[in-house]
């Protein structure tokens, strides 16, 4: 799931950038929710059913 929420939010990010030439504080918030839900992901590990 968080893995997911990272991927969503960093290509929201980059769309935005492009599209939009934002490069406001907002839109950086996106990348540093991305990285940690990245890290959230990675030290959570796999669940085994």
């Not at 935005?16 to 540093?32: D, E, K, N, R």
């Amino acid at each position: 799931m968080f893995l997911v929420l990272a991927l969503v939010l960093f290509l929201v990010w980059i769309g935005s950038f492009v599209m939009y030439h934002v490069t406001g504080f907002l839109i950086h918030l996106l990348l540093i929710f991305a990285v940690i839900s990245l890290i959230f992901h990675f030290f959570r590990g796999k669940k085994t059913t």
